[in-house]
């Protein structure tokens, strides 16, 4: 794939993660429980949890403002913009590989909506690696 | 001109360096957050609540002046988002206009059929009625009601629920919640809820004290309680 592609994909999947950190937030603010598709309560623990904030940070506002700085990166071109990318997605990528073993192992819930943005973001800090690698 | 890729390669390595010490931070802080037990339960509503019912006299389950001539009975599961709804959308109106006037007295009868999480948080408040101060749990534990049996209901949750209800001792209410009395005021609600036939809650009675009771299904508005009980009082 061309570093166009790489670019687009980057810029689509931040697009997808925006949306679900946008949604997480709004639960969050607006008090209410973001709805499990499966049923389980799962969200309404982990959002109850001591793990749903980072010195005093809900994670959804984390992950709203990296995938909107991810989508950023996509409108520019060029190899700095591609390394802002993969620093912003991978970093990402791992904080959302720790959050999802404290979901496991620690608060005993699995919040579906976290799982869909781990995925998403994974995806992008491969697409992110990708890009950087083709870029001009 | 594509970049040589020992280039590529150099800086794809120096910004993985970068995301790795960012995601170390971020990880470090969240475990930090995560272990930090010492910190306090945030519990919602206990200014509403106590300024709700402060001065209003409480004795077990029965919320008003023994000597009102309108009694409602309210059966309700702590679990209950409907039950939730009503004791934090009408009735502070009730109280603030019948209960405060000793016009109305409202006895809470407390089920546990909804899940694991309704018996411990029930217990709790039936606990905190032997210090007078049923109500005040019950309308916090309703302020800070969780999804249905998803763990909500935690001794930590109860115990700083009970901590943020001035003139209750929290150590005590704790510790009387497995008690003899306890569990016969549990028992005396069930009792009461299967002779009056309750399928669902909230489920109400209202009457004239000591008359008969007509009852009222549902998370009624405040309109609707207002008739019932002004057309008892013109009895």
Redesign the interface.
């Known amino acids: 794939m061309t570093d166009r592609r790489w670019r687009t994909a980057v810029g689509v999947l931040a697009l997808v993660g925006l949306g679900i950190a946008s949604y997480l937030t709004y639960a969050r603010y607006s008090g209410g429980t973001p709805y499990c598709v499966a049923g389980g309560g799962g969200c309404e623990t982990v959002q109850r949890s001591d793990y749903a904030k980072v010195a005093g940070i809900p994670v959804a506002v984390l992950g709203l403002c990296g995938f909107a700085a991810l989508l950023a990166t996509a409108f520019v071109s060029g190899r700095t913009a591609a390394a802002v990318g993969v620093g912003i997605a991978v970093a990402g990528a791992a904080f959302s590989a720790w959050l999802l073993y404290a979901q496991l192992a620690l608060i005993d819930a699995v919040c579906q909506w976290c799982v869909a943005n781990d995925v998403v973001i994974a995806l992008a800090a491969v697409a992110a690696v990708a890009r950087l690698r083709q870029s001009p | ?3 040589p890729k020992l280039t ?2 150099r ?2 390595v ?3 360096l ?3 010490g ?2 170390a931070g ?2 470090a ?2 475990v930090l ?4 037990e010492a ?1 306090p339960t945030t519990i919602h509503g206990a200014a509403d609540t106590e300024a709700l019912l402060a001065g209003i006299p409480q004795q077990g389950n029965v919320l008003g002046k023994a000597d009102a001539p309108v009694t409602l009975v309210e059966y309700a599961d702590m679990q209950c988002p409907f039950c939730a709804q009503w004791g934090l959308d009408t009735f502070p109106a009730l109280v603030q206009e019948y209960v405060r006037a000793g016009k109305v007295r409202i006895v809470f009868n407390g089920l546990a059929f909804v899940g694991p999480d309704s018996l411990p948080a029930l217990q709790t408040a039936v606990s905190a009625g032997k210090q007078g101060k049923l109500w005040n749990v019950t309308e916090l534990i309703f302020h800070n009601q ?7 209901v935690t001794d930590d949750l109860l115990r700083s629920i009970g901590e943020a209800v001035p003139g209750l001792d929290a150590g005590k209410m704790m510790d009387g919640r497995q008690s003899a009395a306890v569990a016969s005021a549990l028992a005396d609600a069930q009792g009461s809820a299967q002779l009056a036939g309750i399928s669902s809650t909230p489920t109400f009675e209202v009457g004239r004290t000591g008359g008969s009771m007509t009852q009222l299904h549902g998370a009624l508005s405040t309109g609707e309680f207002r008739q019932a009980l002004d057309s008892l009082l013109q009895q």
């Open positions: 001109m594509a970049m590529a390669n800086v794809l120096v910004v993985l970068v995301a790795a960012l995601a971020l990880i802080l969240s957050g995560g272990s930090d910190k969780g999804e249905e049996n998803t763990g909500w």
